[in-house]
């Protein structure tokens, strides 16, 4: 079983920044894809952005790119969402997931461990 941490959410003006983290308690951390997803009041939960575990390629939402950066720290078990120029509509609970398989997919049902989540609130 592995679980997963959040940390870094908060309220922040439009245009600013975050750093989302995520420390996950396992000691084969670098053999999980991880992918950040987040969730709107009254919406489904949707794919922010993934980086395998083999390469480290990283995925992103049409959304969310230019903007934010997905990046790992096998060393510390810990994964990282930085997003910068954000808007309101970014606005959510956002979670970290974790698979231990290479691919990165998109949809939230190929994940296996979830964290608690985080809120993210951006002021117009």
């Known amino acids: 079983q592995v679980q997963l941490v959040e940390s870094g959410g908060g309220l922040v003006q439009a245009g600013g920044s975050l750093r989302l983290s995520c420390a996950a308690s396992?000691?084969?951390?670098?053999?999980?894809?991880m992918a950040w997803f987040r969730q709107g009041i009254g919406e489904e939960r949707e794919f922010v952005a993934a980086?395998?575990?083999?390469?480290?390629?990283?995925r992103y939402a049409d959304s969310v790119k230019g903007r934010f950066t997905i990046s790992r720290d096998n060393a510390k078990n810990t994964v990282y969402l930085q997003m910068n120029s954000l808007k309101p509509e970014d606005t959510a609970v956002y979670y970290c997931?974790?698979?231990?398989?290479?691919?990165?997919?998109?949809?939230?049902?190929?994940?296996?461990?979830w964290g608690q989540g985080t809120q993210v609130t951006v002021s117009s």
């Open positions: 997931a974790a698979r231990p398989r290479r691919a990165a997919p998109l949809t939230r049902y190929e994940y296996d461990y």
């Open positions: 396992t000691r084969t951390f670098s053999m999980y894809t």
């Open positions: 980086i395998s575990w083999s390469d480290s390629s990283t």
